[in-house]
């Protein structure tokens, strides 16, 4: 779609946009995939489908996420409890990984720095500006993401997208005519809403004024969501031989693209990209490390964050050789959840750790003006409730359910695939021996 004509769909169609705005480790897949599945109060089912029959790469696309022998196998079910994640296949989660890597946002944000995109303030942002920063900005970043993108984001001559039909007509669809105008046009013409998923409110998302906000925050349950997070993200452990492999695989396609997501502090190895040759090699490294037993003892769960480490040990600082896979797997698990039992820490970090996860006798509340308000980028950003008028809801109150009313769901219905989802979890805590919550068991 041409600019002028884009930018008057996003003037005709913000009302129609529902950001929902959740910190890791609060079920907010599985909450999105209710809203969506269990409810027709949202048009992103339609979309999808209207989407994969038109894209150029739709048909193969969807193959991916159907046909059993083409999908991943971690994309079956898991033994963690992870919901498969949501696709926003309008914009490919441009606004999730904006909210990520925009250095100021409502769950990542720090007032004293500078940020670190070119809307500079939340108050400046229009249409022009998010166009622009849409096409122009993330390059890099778009490049490693697949080209499938509702505006051609990304690069077609990507190796995901050299076994695309008509792999020509994605790339950058940027101020021209495209094969999808239409399904934006049909979007125009009907009034359900769209939700998009994102771990924060950031600058870009207020060029959509009239748009719906949802910023909901873990409150006392913190520290579930924190363990949530490991087990789910970094720790997604797998114990059959094949989801093992799957999980390497997974690894190996960030590796090649010179993707690399949990050490973006390392910007001189955040994309480097390596040859096929290179991947395999690394691949094989693994393997060889791991050991065939291991692979194939399904007592012992191997880890997402272990495959990060025997990739690319330098950038971890670890030295993989004096370990054995049993050792080096346990050391990184207990590591990474190093705050589940603070009390066994040296002293400082034992403190901070527990003034961080201590919620005080009063509790956390949600009046701005208290000190321990639980909104602190709503403190210093006001102005922005004014203009953008966000839905504030905590943790809590996915267990009432009553939120879910006002867009379209059915409480009882929510709060039987919510407590299972969390009975799940407590079953996943307990197997790893994790730790003992009190309030959430």
């Given at each position: 779609m041409i600019k002028d004509k884009l930018i008057q769909w996003f003037k005709d169609n913000e009302h129609k946009f529902v950001f929902y705005s959740y910190r890791g480790g609060m079920g907010g897949e599985k909450i999105v995939h209710y809203l969506c599945d269990e409810t027709d109060y949202f048009y992103n089912r339609t979309f999808e489908k209207d989407f994969f029959h038109n894209h150029p790469a739709g048909e193969e696309t969807i193959s991916y996420y159907t046909d059993s022998d083409k999908m991943s196998p971690l994309m079956k079910e898991n033994d963690y409890n992870r919901t498969s994640m949501w696709q926003d296949w309008m914009f490919y989660d441009w606004f999730l990984r904006d909210s990520l890597t925009c250095g100021n946002s409502s769950h990542n944000f720090n007032?004293?720095?500078?940020?670190?995109?070119?809307?500079?303030?939340?108050?400046?942002?229009?249409?022009?500006?998010?166009y622009n920063r849409l096409y122009e900005n993330h390059e890099e970043w778009l490049k490693l993401w697949r080209p499938n993108s509702m505006f051609g984001f990304g690069d077609p001559e990507h190796s995901w997208a050299e076994h695309l039909p008509n792999r020509h007509l994605i790339g950058s669809w940027k101020d021209i005519p495209t094969p999808l105008d239409e399904i934006l046009n049909r979007f125009t013409q009907q009034d359900k809403p769209y939700l998009i998923r994102t771990h924060g409110i950031s600058p870009a998302m207020a060029a959509f004024k009239n748009a719906t906000f949802i910023e909901h925050h873990p409150d006392e349950w913190q520290k579930y969501c924190m363990i949530m997070t490991n087990m789910k993200v970094y720790m997604s452990p797998e114990k059959t031989r094949e989801r093992k492999l799957a999980l390497i695989d997974k690894w190996s396609w960030g590796y090649g693209a010179g993707y690399n997501e949990w050490k973006g502090d390392n910007k001189d190895k955040l994309y480097k990209p390596h040859t096929e040759e290179e991947t395999k090699e690394r691949i094989e490294f693994i393997k060889n490390y791991i050991g065939e037993d291991f692979l194939n003892d399904e007592s012992k769960p191997l880890y997402y964050k272990t495959?990060?480490?025997?990739?690319?040990p330098d950038i971890w600082k670890v030295p993989i050789e004096k370990f054995d896979i049993d050792s080096l797997n346990t050391m990184i698990f207990w590591t990474q959840n190093m705050f589940i039992y603070p009390e066994l820490l040296t002293d400082y970090i034992r403190d901070m750790m527990i003034m961080w996860q201590?919620?005080?006798?009063?509790?956390?509340?949600?009046?701005?003006?208290?000190?321990?308000?639980?909104?602190?980028?709503?403190?210093?950003?006001?102005?922005?409730?004014?203009k953008i008028n966000p839905i504030f809801i905590t943790m809590q109150d996915n267990f009432t359910g009553e939120w879910?009313?006002?867009?379209?769901?059915?409480?009882?219905?929510?709060?039987?695939?919510?407590?299972?989802?969390?009975?799940?979890?407590?079953?996943?805590?307990?197997?790893?021996?994790?730790?003992?919550?009190?309030?959430?068991?």
């Open positions: 007032d004293d720095e500078p940020f670190l995109n070119p809307i500079q303030k939340f108050e400046d942002v229009n249409f022009e500006m998010l495959i990060y480490v025997l990739g690319e201590t919620v005080p006798e009063s509790g956390h509340s949600r009046n701005l003006d208290d000190e321990e308000c639980i909104w602190d980028f709503w403190k210093v950003n006001r102005d922005l409730i004014d879910v009313e006002q867009f379209g769901g059915d409480k009882e219905k929510f709060l039987l695939v919510w407590n299972k989802w969390h009975k799940d979890n407590m079953n996943m805590l307990k197997e790893y021996k994790l730790f003992d919550i009190g309030h959430v068991n």
